[in-house]
């Protein structure tokens, strides 16, 4: 898949022109259904007014190639942090209504517990084996100090997943340092409860969580991985269509000069 040209059919090509003259005359050239501007996401020359303009050094960082893509693989990791997020926010509300009303959660519990275990002979599943049933059981004899506890420690990580999400989301250079730390401080967890059972869905999240880091590592060049901070931007400078026709300009020889 072509990022750029999606991304374009999307939002709309993104045009610039800049105040400077040479510049400008890279960016545009007259057709006759009028002047048409180049894109500088994917390199097309669309006719109409441009998007922008204004000084080439404030032009919008316009992401392209591999960089396009990669934001893209960032903000699905953002939306998957996003969705665990609820689901500790809405375990950890949970908790909070348990703690109020345990009496009558444990009576209606006790009541539905025996409908439960009649499913024991219609699909073979043993409510007295589930791992899930010891907890909720559990969860009954805890004080209300210690579920607040819990509500907190699940509010506390939801917290964490939103603030990796809105950074990974932003494409910002914080949210990838958090993402990767973050993530990485719950690996030997993740393994640990492996060791304890392994299953599908343990395997799967582990799985993510390490080709996320290990991505994030090597493709953001944080921590000084594969050149560090120096490579990351200048290939974000690089890979902009902007800097390649101002290095064009540069290079070019000034009019009226003798061309070699």
Not at 36 to 41: D, E, F, K, Q, S
Not at 98 to 108: D, E, F, I, P, V
Not at 204 to 227: D, E
Request: aromatic share 10%; with cysteine; net charge neutral.
């Amino acid at each position: 898949m072509d990022f750029s040209l999606w991304t374009c059919a999307v939002q709309g090509h993104m045009t610039y022109a800049p105040e400077e003259p040479d510049l400008a005359a890279r960016l545009h050239v007259p057709t006759p259904a009028g002047t048409a501007w180049r894109c500088l996401r994917c390199g097309d020359f669309t006719v109409g007014e441009p998007r922008h303009h204004g000084p080439a050094d404030d032009a919008p960082e316009v992401p392209r190639g591999r960089l396009l893509r990669d934001r893209y693989l960032m903000r699905a990791l953002a939306v998957e942090r996003a969705l665990r997020a609820l689901v500790f926010i809405a375990l950890a509300g949970g908790v909070l209504k348990l703690r109020g009303s345990r009496q009558s959660w444990k009576a209606t519990w006790d009541t539905e517990l025996p409908l439960l275990r009649q499913l024991e002979d219609q699909i073979g599943w043993n409510p007295d084996h589930s791992k899930i049933i010891r907890w909720i059981d559990k969860a009954f004899t805890l004080s209300p100090a210690t579920l607040t506890w819990i509500a907190a420690g699940l509010f506390a990580y939801a917290a964490v997943e939103l603030i990796e999400a809105v950074g990974l989301w932003l494409v910002k250079r914080w949210g990838e340092y958090f993402a990767v730390i973050a993530t990485g401080v719950f690996l030997p967890l993740e393994i640990y409860e492996l060791t304890e059972k392994v299953t599908v869905f343990r395997v799967a999240a582990l799985l993510i969580n390490v080709a996320a880091v290990v991505w994030l590592l090597w493709s953001k060049r944080l921590f000084g991985i594969n050149g560090g901070s120096a490579a990351y931007y200048a290939e974000h400078h690089s890979e902009s269509l902007l800097t390649v026709e101002r290095a064009a300009v540069a290079a070019a020889p000034p009019h009226g000069s003798p061309q070699t």
